[in-house]
């Protein structure tokens, strides 16, 4: 079992940045990628960006390429999301998942609130 951990959401005005962090706890010997995901009620989770553990590729939604920047620290199991120029439609409830393996057996955290004021 993996314990995934976000932290680092609140409240920003739009054009600021936010830094979001999530480690992975537990059985993590077997970390394959970690990954930002967000969702705002009533609409289908979306992801965000993604990293590979051992050769660091990431990928970028659209909205998130120029703007996002995923990073990982990998004695520290720990993954994170710099978001700069934020826009109210940023504002999102943000997860972070762990693929142990493959994203089969993936884990996941409780969410970090990200509100981005006009």
């Known amino acids: 079992q993996v314990h995934v951990e976000e932290s680092g959401g609140g409240l920003v005005q739009a054009g600021g940045s936010l830094r979001l962090s999530c480690t992975a706890s537990?059985?993590?010997?077997?970390?394959?990628?970690m990954a930002w995901f967000r969702q705002v009620p009533g609409q289908e989770r979306e992801s965000v960006a993604s990293?590979?553990?051992?050769?660091?590729?990431?990928n970028y939604a659209d909205f998130a390429k120029g703007r996002f920047t995923i990073s990982r620290d990998t004695p520290q199991n720990t993954v994170h999301l710099q978001m700069n120029s934020l826009k109210p439609e940023d504002t999102a409830v943000y997860y972070c998942a762990a693929a142990s393996g493959t994203w089969a057996n993936s884990f996941w955290g409780q969410g970090t609130q990200v509100t981005v004021s006009s």
């Open positions: 990293i590979s553990w051992h050769g660091g590729h990431t």
């Open positions: 537990g059985r993590t010997f077997n970390l394959h990628a």
